[in-house]
């Protein structure tokens, strides 16, 4: 028998199975079988759950990635998705170039986020994980491991988030800033930072109404350690948001050692160099009246605040 025989005979099956006519009656009886439309239904909802559940989300990922190559990125590269709905979402070896020239990458990053969460709560809950993440660019690098657990609620997801609250640890941070000129709201003072090591930065934030309440960020590090508090209403416009915070360091650190006459009258006599910063984001300033604030560390019974900074 040749192929063209199984051909025809194969078709001329099809057409009686297919036939719709002949089909009509047989379906509508075994409609009227005990559960026949509940076994229907759930088939077609299974059915459902299955495509949803199956879907290539990392092409979809991938071509959202190309998108992006028109706008914020010249370059986005992830080598492996593996994506879930339900449990945690791996990405493995994050490459991104700014428009800038600037340069982001990221070993691995573990994001324990529920999306179905997000599809039917409008919040987003769950943990982040980011393992050697780098920042380069011509004058500045800067590298940190990450680990964070976070809560946002939205009421829409078109405007600002409602309520929520951030935990955030970060360590091994190094910083090589160089040279950089601070804003002319802050004096547009021209400044050379050596390398900065930072052993660990702990941070607790909530937000209540339209602002972030920076409740308690730890700096610990030989180079660097002292507290950040204070609050950022936010904005639709992320760079006009309004900060009102108060930056507390140890003044006795190398890092200030060429800034001496500069920062002296903003040394409170704790020995803390005291900088309340206002404005926006995009143009701060500082507002303070020198040494004026003890300073007193937030209460806090988290483990890392039992360390006692280093000098």
Same mark, same amino acid.
């Given at each position: ?7 025809n ?23 009227k079988?005990p ?23 990392? *092409?979809?990922?991938?071509?959202? *990635? ?29 490459? *991104? ?21 997000i599809l ?12 050697g ?19 946002i609620?939205?009421?829409?997801f ?27 709201? *802050? ?29 308690n ?31 507390t ?21 704790r ?24 300073a007193p ?10 360390i006692?900074?280093?000098?």
């Open positions: 028998m040749d192929i063209s025989s199984i051909k005979i194969v078709l001329t099956n099809l057409k009686g199975v297919l036939n719709f006519k002949a089909l009509w009656p047989k379906i509508k009886e075994a409609f079988l559960y026949a439309k509940t076994y229907v239904a759930a088939a077609v909802i299974m059915t459902m759950v299955f495509l949803v559940f199956t879907f290539p989300y990392d *092409m979809l990922i991938r071509k959202k *990635m190309k998108d992006l190559e028109k706008t914020l990125f010249r370059t986005v590269y992830i080598s492996e998705i593996d994506f879930s709905l339900i449990r945690m979402t791996v990405l493995n070896n994050i490459y *991104m170039v700014l428009r800038s020239g600037s340069e982001i990458s990221i070993r691995s990053a573990d994001i324990n986020i529920s999306f179905l969460r039917f709560r409008n919040d987003v809950k769950g943990s982040v994980d980011l393992t993440f780098k920042y380069e660019s011509e004058s500045s690098k800067i590298n940190f491991n990450l680990q964070g657990n976070i809560f609620d939205y009421k829409s078109n405007d600002l988030p409602q309520g929520g609250d951030f935990n955030i640890f970060i360590e091994n941070a190094s910083l090589d800033i160089g040279q950089f000129t601070l804003p002319d709201t *802050m004096g547009g003072l021209p400044l050379i930072l050596p390398p900065i090591k930072i052993t660990s930065v702990k941070a607790e934030a909530e937000i209540s109404g339209r602002k972030v309440i920076l409740k960020i730890r700096i610990f590090g030989k180079d660097l350690n002292g507290t950040i508090t204070g609050s950022i209403e936010m904005s639709k416009i992320f760079w006009s948001s309004r900060i009102d915070i108060k930056v360091m140890n003044a006795d650190t190398p890092l200030f050692d060429n800034y001496r006459d500069f920062i002296s009258k903003y040394i409170n006599d020995n803390q160099l005291v900088i309340p910063v206002k404005g926006s984001l995009v143009a701060p300033r500082i507002d303070i009246s020198p040494g004026n604030s003890s560390a937030p209460d806090s019974d988290h483990p890392m605040d039992k006692l900074p280093v000098q």
